[in-house]
């Protein structure tokens, strides 16, 4: 089975520091992706890098900032944590298009990482 | 740009069908999946269906896709309150690509 591994399942910073949320799947898969999640508004795209060192903006990308150093690792920075940036946050991974549609497990997700900024 | 609505809560009694609806907008979408969320934990996959299918069937869970109306459908039969969580409908033009999601359906199944 696939593991989507997130570090922490909860986290309590204060504003202004410096917030690194890790991600680790043990797959081998290129893709992987971070996705904040608050009420009423769904699961919004952050960040995603379809290859080591590769990364592109999603679509809230703004305070953030992400690092792909191994293929299998995907970190979440936050540079200085704002009370706004206080949400569920969820990685994934998938296998790459053209690789095949591996059926049923398109993106496997983490249990989420709920982090609260003071 | 892309979008998927959905309704945000749907209240049932055990043992009857819920229907959950979806609409997107990107009619160049490909893959249209179903997503389920209990309560602290992360998404998982329930079912998904290709945008030349119209309908997918898989247990108690069946997905109808209209591709036209651009309208898709989780029907779950015999609900039970295990089933009790959010869905997230969610479209993508490819596999393995980011995943563009509805704001969720809150089901709660009442015994």
């Known amino acids: 089975d696939v593991k989507v591994t997130q570090s922490s399942r909860y986290l309590v910073k204060r504003t202004g520091e410096k917030v690194f949320l890790e991600c680790v799947q043990d797959m081998d898969h290129e893709n992987m992706f971070w996705y904040r999640q608050d009420p009423g508004l769904g699961l919004r795209l952050i960040y995603f890098s379809y290859d080591v060192k590769m990364k592109e903006k999603g679509d809230i990308p703004e305070g953030y900032s992400v690092s792909r150093e191994k293929k299998e690792r995907f970190s979440l920075i936050l540079e200085s944590a704002s009370t706004n940036q206080t949400s569920m946050y969820l990685c994934a991974s998938s296998v790459p298009h053209g690789a095949g549609f591996n059926s049923n497990q398109p993106q496997h997700f983490g249990d989420g990482t709920r982090l609260s900024i003071l | 740009g892309e979008d998927v609505e959905q309704s945000l809560f749907l209240s049932v009694r055990e043992g009857d069908s819920s229907v959950i609806n979806c609409t997107y907008t990107?009619?160049?979408?490909?893959?249209l999946y179903w997503y389920k969320q209990e309560p602290g934990a992360g998404l998982q996959l329930l079912t998904y269906?290709?945008?030349?299918?119209d309908m997918k069937q898989d247990q108690r869970l069946t997905v109808l896709l209209n591709k036209k109306d651009k309208h898709l459908s989780l029907r779950i039969a015999d609900t039970q309150t295990g089933d009790s969580a959010i869905y997230f409908c969610a479209e993508s033009y490819q596999a393995g690509t980011a995943l563009i999601f509805g704001k969720g359906t809150t089901l709660s199944v009442s015994s």
């Open positions: 269906i290709f945008s030349n299918m």
């Open positions: 990107d009619s160049s979408s490909t893959y």
